[in-house]
């Protein structure tokens, strides 16, 4: 029983999973990866230091994959603000047909990408902001819940009711986001209306995923307590690995009178997180992991993990409906 949904169709693809944009980690080999296995995979924009780079990028995947797949684009605040435009234009210009909006404020690039006749997906942590987006033409929302690593916005709503409210009130497809690894969350998902996932911390750990080993093996040794969030008090809140450095963050912004930006930022950098990846030492900077580090216990293939899920999930279905069945009589 294949898992045809409106994601599938309207993005090409045969299972509907979507890798979404992680910083330092959405990069050509696993975003091709994830595309030959029949997912969608996403480049992230931004890992790329310009957009003459992300070009090169673009052009490495389509090297390495004849299958759909995207990029993604974030707006938050940054240390050095990225030329988003920049960045968008050159995708657009390599021909790139899928693109992941995700922040504030993103309006302008919506429009442009839709301009451009280019299917857009748009990652909120609110019903307000995911209507908004509807209004704006985005094509596929991704409803990411407060389980989600990375950004959860600040309103601390989890996947179940977010999911659910989702199913009464867009009337656009949309992605379950936030904390799904498993066959279970691919089904649940579906269930709450979902026409498929999207997941980011499951896909750092595989083969493909360009980390450290060491960081993979991390993710298998931890589990759903592992993370916490940092910016809080930032009002830009990130769930992040939870150690040394995350937990001086958090203790800086707890001082009385609490934290500006200027007093983290040397700790939370981006270019120090990235490291970590590189060196393979969990505790050297911050890294995004989200809970479902605690359903993670593998270092599988793409191909590997998509096959599972895929069997996973239609085998639940299928029992659920034997349970529905029997209970009726
Ligand atoms: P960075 O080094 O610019 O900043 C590190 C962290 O500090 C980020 O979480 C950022 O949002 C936050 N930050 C920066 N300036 C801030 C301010 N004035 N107030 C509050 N918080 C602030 O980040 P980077 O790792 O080089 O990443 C570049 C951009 O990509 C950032 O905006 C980051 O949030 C975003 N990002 C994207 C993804 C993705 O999936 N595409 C994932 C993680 C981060």
């Known amino acids: 029983m294949p898992l045809v949904t409106p994601v599938t169709k309207l993005l090409n693809i045969r299972i509907p ?3 979404g944009g992680m910083q330092w980690v959405g990069v050509p080999k696993l975003v091709a990866a994830v595309s030959n296995a029949g997912g969608l995979g996403v480049i992230t924009a931004l890992t790329q230091p310009n957009p003459a780079a992300l070009r090169n990028a673009i052009r490495e995947t389509r090297s390495l994959t004849s299958k759909p797949f995207g990029v993604n684009i974030t707006l938050l605040p940054s240390i050095n603000p990225p030329d988003y435009a920049g960045y968008a234009r050159a995708a657009v210009e390599e021909g790139v047909k899928i693109f992941e909006t995700a922040g504030n404020n993103p309006g302008e690039l919506i429009r442009f990408f839709k301009s451009n006749g280019c299917v857009v997906i748009h990652k909120c942590t609110t019903i307000r902001h995911a209507k908004s987006a509807v209004k704006l033409g985005v094509d596929i929302l991704s409803i990411d819940g407060f389980e989600c690593a990375g950004h959860p916005g600040e309103e601390d709503i989890g996947g179940l009711v977010l999911l659910a409210r989702a199913a009464k009130e867009l009337n656009v497809p949309y992605l379950a986001s936030g904390g799904i690894a498993d066959a279970r969350g691919v089904a649940a998902s579906l269930a709450l209306g979902a026409a498929g ?3 980011g911390t499951r896909f750092m750990c595989t083969v ?3 980390i450290h080993e060491n960081i993979k093996k991390t993710i298998v040794a931890s589990s759903e307590q592992d993370t916490v969030h940092i910016f809080r008090t930032l009002h830009n809140t990130a769930r992040v690995f939870k150690n040394k ?8 912004e707890r001082r009385p009178g609490g ?4 007093d983290v930022r040397e700790l939370v950098s981006g270019q120090r997180g990235k490291v970590v990846y590189e060196n393979g030492d969990p505790d050297y900077g911050i890294w995004s992991a989200g809970i479902a580090m605690g ?3 593998d270092i599988p293939t793409c191909d590997e993990l998509l096959r599972t899920l895929e069997k996973g999930t239609e085998d639940i279905i299928t029992n659920l409906s034997t349970v529905v069945v029997k209970s009726k009589l």
């Open 197 to 199: 996932v999207n997941m």
């Open 295 to 297: 359903l993670i216990t």
């Open 259 to 262: 934290a500006k930006f200027e």
């Open 208 to 210: 493909e995923s360009p």
């Open 17 to 19: 999973i979507v890798q």
């Open 245 to 252: 450095v995350s937990m001086e963050v958090v203790q800086i």
